[in-house]
Structure formats: C-alpha cells, structure tokens
C-alpha cells in the first residue's frame, strides 16, 4: 500500500484512490461539493483543495484539487496549509455570494452539506451586499421540490440525473454565473430515480415534496433501520416519525444492496402508514360491525378456536416472524402460502436453485460490478427497479475498466474517462415479452413469448455446455442470436444472469440457471440472480407451504374451518372467483391487516395490524439474505400491533398460561432456526434485543431532538415517560450509546460536523466501501461446489392461437404496488386500467386505440379500453397487474375477446 504524508504525518493509504477520498477515509474532514463516491470526480466546485509538495524539502508547494490527484507513493500534502484553508474559504464565500441565506426556512436547514461545509471553511460572515441573482422555480412533479435560488453549481443533480441514471428530462442551460439545471419546462420528471436528487444535491435545491406536506426538522425525527417494503431487492431504508406520523424514507447505505440510492417508489411510497384506511380497532361483525377491545376479542377467539379446523393464509409482504407464528398457532400442515399453485411451484424451483449450493446469487453491488448480462424474461424496470440502475452501471463501467486498462486514467477521474470512452458500453441483453427503457443501452434484445425466450436460453445453454439438448425446431435467428450471446457471456469475467417470477413460467427460471451452471463449469463465476414479488416473498417460498388451491380443498373438506388471513388482500393474489369459493368454504374468516381492502371486507373478525414503521420483523430478500427491520414508533393506538403479538397472544388461548408465547422476535426466529434448518443463521442477521453498550440502549433520536417537553403540552404539561421497548435494543429517548453501532442497528447517519447525509463516509470503513462491522443482513445460501443439475425439459415453440391470446401481467413501478399507491404523487402517476395487443392483432382483430374490448376470465367479463403495443409479439395480451381495484387474474391462461364496444 502506498504511504503518503500529510501534515508531516505518514499513513498507509489504499491504491487507485484520489487525495479527497484518502483523506475521508482516513477520516480528516476535508469539505467537498461536486464529487460524489459513486459518481466520481469532476473537479468543479474547487472547494476540496489542499497544498501538495514535491518532496520533504520543498516549502512552497502548489495549490491542487485532492478530488483530482491521484494517490502516489511517497506523496505529501497539507490539507492545514494557511495557503489552502485560505483558498477553501475564499472558495465558498464566491460559492454563496447569490445564495439566498434563507436556512431557517429551507428543508435542507440543520442537515445540509452546505452548511457544514461552510462552517468547516470558516466562513461565518457575510461580505457581499449586492444585488443577488435570482430564478424562477420549476413544478418537477409531485415528488421533488425545485428552489433553484440555492443552487451552487456543483453539477451534480445532472451528473447523477443523465450521467448515472440516464435521465434525458433534467439538464443544464445557459453558461457562467447563470447556469440553470432543471427541465426545459416545467413538468415531472420522467426517471423513477428522480428522488435520489434530494440526498445527491448538497442543498436545498431539489427536496422532498412528500416531507413538505407535513414538514419536521430532520433532526427532530425519531428514526430506525428498516427494509423497503415494496420489491424483493430489500433496500435499506432509515424512516422518521414525528407525532406518531411517518415523516420521510431516505436511503440507508448497504455496500451489497442499495449502496447510496433508493427508487422513487421506496423513497416516497410511505405514506400508507398515514393513511385514513388504516385499520385501527379490532372488529367483530356480526349483524353489523362492532369494535371491540382487546379482552373481548380474545373472548371471542377463544370461541373459534375450540373445535373449528384452522386453516392459517401467510403472507409474502409480512415478516417472518408473523409468518412463523400463523404457522405455529395453525400447524405446518394447516398453513398456506395465499398464492396460485403455478406461482408456488416456480418459487419453489428457485428456493431449490438457492439452497442447493450449485450456483451463486450475486448481491445488487456484485451485477453492478459485472461485465455480461443477460436478462431472461423479467422486466426489471418495473420489478426491481433499483437491479435496473445497477444493471446500468454494469454496462457504462465494463466500457469504461476495459477502455482504462489500455490508458493510464484512473476510473475515479469521470470527466477523462466519458471523454475517452464516448459511446462504448459494455455487454447486455435484454430478452422480454415487450419493450424496456434498459433496450436503449442493449447490445442484444428480443421481444418474443416466455417459452421462447426459454428456449433461446436453452440454446446458449446448449452452445456453453454441447452435452445438454440441443433446442428442437429452432429458428437461424434464434441460433444467431444464442451465438452471439453466448460468445459474449463466455469472453466476461464475471456474467449475471436475471429472471424471475412475472412471466409466470418456470421454463425461464430453468433455463437461466441451466446457462448460469453452464458457464461455471467453464470455471467463470457466473451469477444467477432472481426477482420475486414482494419484500418477503422468498422467505414464505423457503417455508415450503402449500398454494391457495390446496387451501381451498382443506376448507372443502371441513364443515367449521376458521380461517385466519395473515396480511394478504387474497383478491390481489388470486384470481376473484377462487378467493370467494374459500371464502364460502369457511365458516369464520379472521383477518389481520394494516389496510382495508376487499378481503377485509369478508372478514368476520378484522384484527389492526402495525406496518412495518411500527414493528420489528424479518425480511429474506430476493438474494436470501435475511434483514431486519426495526420499529420506528410505537402507534397511539394500543390496538394495533405487530401480528406476530397478536398470533402468539392467540396462540396462548389453546395452551395453559404462557406456554408458547415467544416474547421477543428474536427468540421467534430462534424457534423458526431450529424447526426449519435452511433458516440456519437468521437469529443473527440483528443483534437480540437484550444488546447493549455498557449497560446502555442506541437511541432512535439525535442529541438535538427538541420539543419533548412541550410536544403533548396541549394534553398535559408534565414531560411524559420515555416509550419503552422491550423488543429491540434500540431507545425512545435522545440518551444512550452515542459511538459507532452495529450496521444494522444505525438509526441514523450523523458525525460532528457532518450533519447532512454525506456523513456516512465516518460509518465506512473507507469511503464509498463497506461499514465498518460488516453490512446488515445474513446470507442464508451460498455457493457450496454442488454438482448442478441440469434440465432436459425444453419447450415447444409458441404458436399464436386463433381468437386466443396467451394473458400475461404487465407491472408499472408506479401502480402495481399495494402500498405505494397510498401515496398521492405515486398514484397521480399509475396507469389507468387497460388491455394491451399486439398492432397486428389487433388489426387482424379490427380493433383500434381506446376500443372499449371485453375479456372473460375465470367466468368474469373485464371491458378495458385497448392500448395498442408496437413491440409486443403476436398472441399474447397484456392487462397491468395489481392496480388498485383490479382483481388478480388467471396469469399465463388462454383468454378470448367476447365483445367490443368502440
């Protein structure tokens, strides 16, 4: 390692580093605006600038950007230098000459980067008494907020917006002391990773519109570790309360997972917790609905236990540990998944790919670092929308390592490096049902039906391993294409392959491991990397239950089934007619959910159940690494509480006092460990809530939490007793252990000095790198060396039918989402209802955009205006899945139009 001196002191720094990240991570403070750990340096905002010498005897030395000089043996530098402190300050004072200085009223205030950095200088007084320059604002959408008055020109908004995640809607204009970074005209701003603008500016230029509706000081927010509850990706998620309300979602840093970025509908999808269809009160409906407290409803269910099957539904959105405890109080046997069987045997086959051993599951870090990928079938845009800003980075930055390897330009240095790169990009395919934004930098893509995109991954399975089945009947195009894909995943040192469950084919999960096996029998590391659902949709899939068609048949059999729901819409799951022949199968349904929607609605007990905003659980995302999400308040409402409380405490009612009552989560999943071996490890993916540092609990607020005295001062004067929370090691008070945590019980990012956001670099162990302790979460299966299995059942070719279309879901990023859609600015941007054709069959059909076309599906008709699909193939129609108010339908049938209406 290199050893550099700064300020006559020696220090081994890492190789490949600039100065200003040596320097962070060395943890001296040294302020910074325009670069950014993932984005690279530019050397724009001149603020980070330091003396360098060249050599012990010099005492002059020059003036340089730490952000643009790279690490050299034997380097001196003074980031103390009167000369460079001076320059540092005069900097900033130029930086803020047309600043508004409006902190007392700008989001940003007490947790902006600009402030630190303006304190770190020494700038404390203001000079300038002219006339300052001043904007007209922009309307970006009802997700970011626009005061470009405060805007000091470090170009990062564009350099994140175009550069890293290929906006085209955001920009700069005009030149010198004028220059403006917003959109040509007002509008929303068309990238679903628009919100990471309000962490990436330094100040108060793009903020979070969300926040504004309900605004509280960032330092006045009780905060917590969580998981993302909308995709299987698991992103790590800091979430703050203020007056029993969430308040905001910004990004927890995860190296493996997220890294620093979070997509618009993990950002700002939060305000179902809010929502006035929250269920509150336990309900007993008997001719009319009744709400009742908690003794009496445990009165009540005492009644429905005693001689009544019961038939227990889990849920993939609900955490492990309420999962496991339905299952406990129903029996193994007794406890279903509440998804149709197609789905349940192809997350099945996953589960087996994973728990075998015989391939490896990259993180989202590990595809952003790979250098061929192939993408089978899974429109990740949509579905995973965080894997997609990875997958970009993967193929701009495998241009740009191989471009450097041949030219001495380090990669940190972005300016020099997208000069000499240009349009170069790395290596991606893109095989899906219908177009993607991902198409644009494809080298490869393909449009065509799940068989047959299965079946050109059997082909570059067959041409990597020629001892499997060659693909029967295939077509020269489709031959050429394997080839070429192929050719390109056997030249990359490191492929991923991506599929996944939307399709609803298990063809394509087989085939892409095929090729994933393939290619490491070639001894490459190839990865296998799979989307499900929802956040926990594979940790219900490794709990190995049965469908929703086999719950049906259980509940047929018995004449006083008792059904208890674990937060599932089931209407969103499976298709109507299903959900109410299980309904009318059962002679009580026991609900437990956050939300009131349709299956609540058939609920003859409805039971209020915390979000994850107010409960701790267990989350296994689409890697299988276990996460745990922390509360970050407790509700008003003692009535609604975690479901795994409220099944454990009905649960007690069959036994005597006591007897399987798990009183902490982490002694739930203990009991989940020992009873279900591949959950091996998971009580460790969190410290046990006993944890503590000397005797002492990490508090859930910062040191300048204010207002506790006077917050409830309208109820009652006196300061009320701090909350108290048996279940994590985490407090309800400003007091506690103030040093560095464990990574997954940081509730928040903050250093002296460093108030905004960017003082996670004191968190890591060197900038941009991983935290220091290790990265939340535990990984429940790893590549072992297994001898893989491959598959020799390759289907036939799809053939377009006569009146006939094969229905697929197509899922929106905005709209899909159960949860999200509580969320005003996420709904304003869902689709509206439709069904999607091909042009030509639609023509063949006479149809036209907007025709009102009526579809039968499991004996219910559906009219929906038509949207005509240049790239869709022929025979195949599309309906948009999980918009709110839409049933689930028969996914992966044949269907036929029955009427039009024009």
Known sequence: MPTIYIDNKAFEVKAGKNLLEACLSLGLD???????????????????AVKVFKDEEDTRGRIVMSCMESVKDGLRLSVNDKTATTFRSQVIEW??????????????GGCCHLQDVTVMTGHNYRRYEYKKRTYTNQYLGPLVNHEMNRCIQCYRCVRYYRDYAGGKDLNVFSAHNHVYFGREKDGVLQSPFSGN?????????????????????????????????????????IAGERYGQLRNIVNRYNSEVNGYFLCDKGRFGYEFVNSENRVTQPLIRKRQSEAVNRATLMQHMSTLLSGHTLIGIGSPRASLESNYALMDLVGKENFYQGIPDDLVYIEQKIVDILLSGAIHTPSLKEIEQADAVLILGEDIWNTAPVMALAVRQSVMKTAATHTTEQVAIPLWHDMAVRELVQDAKGFLANMTVTASPLDEISASTMRAAPDDLARLGFAIAHILNPSLPEVPDATDAVRTQAMNISRALQQAKHPVIITGTSCWNNALVRAAFDIAAALDLTEKRAGLAFVMQDCNSLGLAMMRSSSFEKAITSAERSSNVTAIILENDLYRSVPAGQADAFFSSCKNVVVLDTLHNRTTERADVLIPAATFAEAD??????????????????????????????????????????????????????????????????????????????????????????????????????????????????????EGY????????????????WNSGQSVNKFQLETGGSLKGGEPGVRLAEQTGVTPVFSRD?????????????????????????????????ASQSP?????????????AGLKEGDIVTVKSDGKAYSLPLSIHGSLPDGIMLVPAGLRGMDSWSWGGWVNISTVKV
């Open 738 to 753: 103030r040093g560095p945590a464990p990574s997954p019980l940081i509730p928040f990012f903050w250093a002296p000095g």
């Open 617 to 734: 659980g267990t989350f296994v995302n689409n890697e299988a690494r276990a996460q745990c999400s922390s509360q970050v308040f407790m509700p008003a409402n003692s009535e609604v509480r975690e479901s795994f409380k409220w099944l454990s405490e009905i649960r007690s009612l069959k036994t005597t006092a006591g007897n399987g009552h798990e009183k902490h989560p982490d002694e739930i999943l203990q009991a989940l460990e020992s009873k279900f071996p591949q959950f091996k490890g998971i009580s460790r993916s969190a410290p046990p809530h006993d944890f503590r540092f000397h005797g002492a609990r990490i508090p859930r607020e910062s040191h300048r939490y204010s207002g506790r005295t006077a917050m409830q001062a309208n109820i009652d004067v006196s300061e009320p007793k701090p909350l108290q929370d048996d279940d994590s090691p985490l407090s309800y008070t400003m």
């Open 30 to 48: 040294l302020p910074y605006f325009c670069w950014h750990p993932a984005m690279g340096s530019v050397g724009a905002c001149r603020q980070c």
């Open 95 to 108: 930086l803020m000459t047309n600043h508004p200085h409006d902190c007392p009223v700008c989001d940003e």
């Open 197 to 237: 603008l309000v962490e990436v500016c330094p100040t108060g230029v793009f903020t979070d519109k969300t926040l504004k509706e309900h605004y509280t000081r960032k330092w006045d927010l009780t905060n917590a570790p969580a998981v993302c509850q909308h995709c299987s990706l698991g992103c790590n998620v």
């Open 794 to 826: 390759i289907p036939d070719a799809f053939t377009a039918r006569q009146d006939k279309w094969l229905l697929l879901p197509q899922y929106h990023l905005f709209g899909s989402g159960e949860l999200s859609v509580y969320t005003e600015g996420i």
């Open 832 to 844: 509206a209802p439709y069904i999607s054709l091909s042009r030509h069959d639609a023509e063949r």
